[in-house]
């Protein structure tokens, strides 16, 4: 017997079912097909009719081949049919249930039109000719993964899309189909979902250059939610083939594709034109920042998704290695992205790309991922150090192999005597991923941070250049037809370069993943403060470094630092943002380490970390209080032993480039100018200030300002007479390029003057914040006598010299404040004490022939009166009077000495010996006090520079006490 469409209608509206089903066909529904029993002209509501739903579903499909019934959007896919009725179902039935009124006919109804449409979907993708789709007319044996992948593509909550649940019905109906024989369950999986798999890679390496994350990685996310598609995934061909060099990496795996996505510039992409089309010059637009906020809301997004298919692998633990043996291979095949040739530092032009190399975009998205899966173990308020392996890098013997080795130097130079002990058991997942993370970093985000800060914030980066220049061109416009040509080849340039810089500042300024690399880096802080204290015995370190520290590879700590550099530079306000408890990890890791030279070797590594600090300090914040750096005001570590080790830090970069050495060196001098605010600094600098590490800071801070201020004045000096040739009349007929070149060079020594003045301003400044604490270094004969020199010279020529066209104060040097500082320092070492002698320094002060000049100070003191307090104006005037004195009987006394033999002149300073000794290598005599002096500064023998130490050095008595004799013998004389 049969039914009519009208009686199939009614019944339909009876059940409330219409808006389920949609359009019924206009043919007959045989229900006898399937035996089931007719339906009658009335169908009431509460009738027990569930065995209709097959006929009408079998009707519905039938129409759709046949041409008879169109769903929404024109698609005749039987699929697609049953995923939308499926959806509609599900929606009618959590609504039935959450509402207050139940209708439980209804529910079975509904709950069988879910199971019916469930069980056609399957039967359709294992038989796809059972209801073919006329749309599909490819006859490779992927019809069925082309049915569901026209769907699994879609939104899940539109008409077209197969939702989560249908998803999980369907693949839950092949374990009931076969849950009695588990080969056949897993041979009807495989076939149905192995192809779809092979249609996505297919796909995936197709669409790679125009990959778009919502359509081709979403597939993936949900399909790999089920473990045995998963494990299928695992098993592929595609998922780990031989891979030749990093670019295969990303062209012939499975996961390669995926991870492709990105919106940073590389080879056969063109982002920046896509996502930035408008952009001409290097200036954020509202437009543009819409644009920005988007796009890093979809990387987040793409990060997440990731995240999830790498989980989802993971968690088939019996195929977990693959995984492992994937991620490795993305990391140590890209190795070469560290060396320099990946970018020319020196131009910060970019290099061509590297075509054996995965792209930046690839890399980035990898150390994402990888970020992510160190986050249960690093984001922890206690973290279990003790379950990473410390030794995992050194090579086992047990069996297993260290995973992304990235060779290289390490923290601590490996000695015979630092043994590991033996791995009695395999390494642990944590130790794994975390020591991987750290070697994506080196080889994927890190070189990508640097090119992006060479190619485009270096100064003399081309991009930088052709700026300036396109800026020089708009300015002096010309009719002329080769300036236009050139205006508009510029213009091209700049606005494609710009839109590469976009795209780069879009990745990498994003705050979601500057934070997520900053917390698993502040965890890495604190395992360096563990492995550097297992046994937590407190600071300052034991001087034995532990096995475990010492094996750590160096580009952790630079890697590290680099990112903080960037952060700092760029986006300060990422730290700020971070948590004080995470500042306060960072903060010991300085205190402990900048000064360390036993625990960080590399002088390089400490230098980036001062200088993250150095821009958080108030004057390089405009006078704007920083919570990242007041931590380091006010945490019980860093109390104790920022400042010195920041002093050691200082002495320890003696031998390196003194361009560089001098900036790092006013660097630290601000810090420490701002943590002398904080009591306890105070007293921790003080503590410390008579150890000879202290006494060489000193040293060495009075030669920096020696030299700072008279590379300055020879600047001014420059200036001067590069002044007057531009001036000379006869200037403007020398020829173009002439003159060009004296208005660089002009430039050259003013930004020369400038920099010098503000680095020797600051040494002095220092001296006149610290003397106000600590005078005793001071008192010593060769800390004395250098610092009364080194005041005296610049007082006078701050005082006497004049140069008309380049006043100090137009040049970055404060000449009132300079002053200050100095007659500050005269009147606080003169107070000083030693043994209940008269000053030391007052005396040298009053010796200094060459630059003591007390016309100068008394000059100076009326200069700055009002700036000075009360005491310390009367207090300088009495030091004037008293010096002034000293030097009119030291005069005496010299005259007294008359001719001095040259064998008993010092042979560096030319000066009286007092306390003659002998160096051992080289066998010259000096006198102990100009030695000390010296070594101070320079720990070798001044003659051959061979290192020496005053315990080296061999008393000359017999010298002495010749010139003792003498000096008796010629005052005796004049009396």
């Known amino acids: 017997m049969e039914i009519t469409k009208e009686n199939v209608e009614r019944a339909l509206q009876a059940w409330e079912m219409k808006q389920v089903f949609g359009d019924l066909p206009s043919v007959h529904v045989h229900l006898s097909l399937y035996g089931e029993e007719p339906v009658t002209d009335k169908v009431e509501q509460t009738a027990d009719v569930p065995g209709c739903v097959e006929s009408i579903v079998v009707a519905q ?4 081949v046949d041409g008879e019934l169109q769903i929404e959007g024109g698609s005749r896919s039987a699929f697609m049919y049953l995923c939308s009725v499926h959806r509609r179902a599900g929606m009618q039935l959590k609504m039935l249930r959450g509402g207050h009124k ?11 039109v879910l199971g019916k449409t469930a069980m056609y979907a399957r039967l359709i993708l294992q038989h796809p000719d059972l209801f073919p789709d006329p749309a599909i007319t490819i006859s490779d044996g992927l019809s069925s993964a082309r049915f569901m992948m026209d769907c699994i593509r879609q939104d899940p909550r539109s008409e077209k899309g197969i939702s989560d649940d249908m998803l999980t019905t369907v693949f839950q109906s092949f374990h009931t189909c076969a849950e009695d024989n588990e080969v056949t369950r897993k041979k009807l999986i495989t076939e149905v979902f192995g192809k779809l798999l092979v249609l996505l890679h297919q796909d995936l390496t197709k669409e790679m250059s125009r990959l778009r994350p919502a359509i081709h990685v979403t597939p993936v996310v949900r399909l790999l939610g089920f473990p045995d598609i998963a494990r299928m995934v695992l098993d592929l061909n595609s998922f780990l083939p031989s891979f030749q060099n990093g670019r295969q990496v990303t062209n012939l795996s499975f996961l390669g594709p995926i991870f492709s996505w990105t919106v940073c510039p590389q080879a056969n992409m063109n982002p920046g034109q896509q996502y930035f089309p408008s952009v001409k010059l290097p200036m954020v637009s509202p437009d543009l920042s819409s644009s920005i906020t988007f796009l890093r809301s979809t990387i987040n997004s793409f990060h997440a998704q990731l995240h999830g298919i790498v989980k989802c692998l993971l968690r088939v633990k019996e195929n977990r290695s693959k995984v492992l043996d994937f991620l490795e291979q993305a990391i140590v095949l890209n190795k070469n992205r560290t060396q320099d040739r990946h970018f020319i530092a020196e131009r910060g032009t970019r290099a061509p790309e590297d075509m054996t190399l995965a792209p930046d975009g690839f890399m980035v998205n990898l150390g994402a991922v990888m970020i992510k899966l160190c986050e249960p173990f690093s ?4 973290p279990k150090f003790e379950n990473i392996d410390a030794y995992y890098l050194l090579g086992r013997t047990d069996g297993n192999r260290a995973r992304a080795i990235i060779e290289g130097p390490t923290l601590v130079p490996i000695t015979d005597d630092m043994t590991s002990p033996t791995p009695k058991t395999p390494s642990n997942f944590t130790t794994e991923c975390f020591f991987m993370t750290l070697a994506c970093l080196n080889v994927g985000l890190i070189p990508t941070v640097k090119l992006y800060i060479l190619t485009y914030f270096n100064p003399r980066s081309e991009y930088r250049r052709l700026v300036g220049l396109l800026e020089k061109l708009e300015k002096h416009p010309s009719q002329h037809v080769a300036h236009r040509i050139q205006l508009e080849r510029v213009q091209k340039i700049v606005a494609s370069m710009s839109r590469d810089m976009f795209c780069y500042l879009t990745q990498l300024h994003d705050q979601t993943l500057t934070a997520s690399i900053l917390h698993f880096y502040v965890f890495v802080c604190s395992w360096l403060l563990y492995l550097a204290d297992p046994e937590r015995q407190g600071y300052p370190l034991p001087k034995s470094v532990p096995v475990g520290f010492a094996h750590v590879p160096e580009y952790v700590v630079s890697d590290m630092a680099e990112f903080f550099s960037f952060v700092a530079r760029l986006e300060p306000e990422h730290l700020e943002a971070m948590s004080p408890d995470k500042v306060a990890t960072v903060a010991r890791f300085y205190a402990v380490f900048i000064g360390n030279e036993t625990y960080m070797k590399q002088k390089h590594l400490r230098t980036k970390l001062v ?5 958080y300090t108030p004057e390089q914040r405009k006078g704007k209080s920083s919570p990242f750096f007041n931590v380091f005001l006010t945490d019980p570590i860093a109390e104790k032993y920022m400042a010195p080790s ?25 810090i420490l100018k701002n943590l002398w605010k904080s009591e306890r600094h105070q007293a921790a600098l003080v503590a410390e200030s008579s150890s000879e590490k202290f006494l060489r800071y000193f040293m060495l801070l009075i030669d920096d300002s020696l030299d700072m201020m008279d590379e300055g004045r020879q600047a001014l000096d420059k200036i001067v007479e590069t002044k007057a040739t531009i001036a000379d009349p006869t200037f403007q007929s020398r020829p173009g390029p002439e003159q060009q070149e004296a208005h660089a060079s002009l430039q050259r020594f003013e930004q020369e003057a400038k920099s010098n003045f503000e680095f020797g301003a600051e040494d002095l400044h220092a001296f006149a914040f610290y003397t106000t604490k600590i005078t005793d270094p001071f008192l010593e004969p060769e800390l004395a006598s250098r610092l009364a020199a080194m005041i005296n010279y610049n007082l006078k020529d701050i005082i006497r010299v004049t140069r008309p066209t380049a006043q100090y104060d137009d040049y970055g040097l404060n000449r009132s404040q300079t002053i200050r500082d100095i007659i ?12 209940g002698e008269q000053s030391r320094f007052t005396q040298a002060v ?15 003191a009326s200069l700055v009166r009002r700036m000075l307090p009360t005491d310390v104006y009367e207090s300088f005037q009495e030091f004037i009077s008293t010096v002034e004195l000293l030097a009119k009987e030291e005069a005496e006394d010299d005259d007294d000495l008359g001719e001095i033999p040259d064998e008993y002149l010092d042979p560096i300073m030319a000066e009286l010996m007092t306390d003659p000794v002998i ?48 000096v008796a013998e010629r005052r005796k004389q004049k009396k």
């Open 646 to 670: 920041l002093v050691h830090f200082f002495v320890d970069i003696q031998d390196t480039d003194i361009y560089s050495r001098g900036y790092k060196r006013y660097q630290v001098a601000g």
């Open 846 to 860: 009053a010796r200094d022939g060459r630059s003591f000049d007390c016309g100068a100070m008394k000059l100076a």
């Open 919 to 966: 160096l051992p290598s080289s066998k010259q005599i000096m006198d102990r006090a100009v030695l000390r002096q010296h070594l101070l500064g320079d720990p070798i023998d001044p003659f051959n520079r061979e290192p020496l130490s005053l315990d080296d050095v061999l008393p000359a008595d017999d010298l002495r006490k010749e010139i003792e004799a003498w």
């Open 61 to 64: 499909l039938t129409a759709l």
């Open 102 to 112: 139940k209708d439980k006919v209804k529910e079975n109804i509904l709950e069988n």
């Open 379 to 382: 984001l922890v308020a206690e």
């Open 824 to 835: 500050c320092v005269y009147v606080q070492v003169a107070k000083g004490k030693k043994d």
């Open 611 to 615: 200088e993250v600090l150095w821009n």
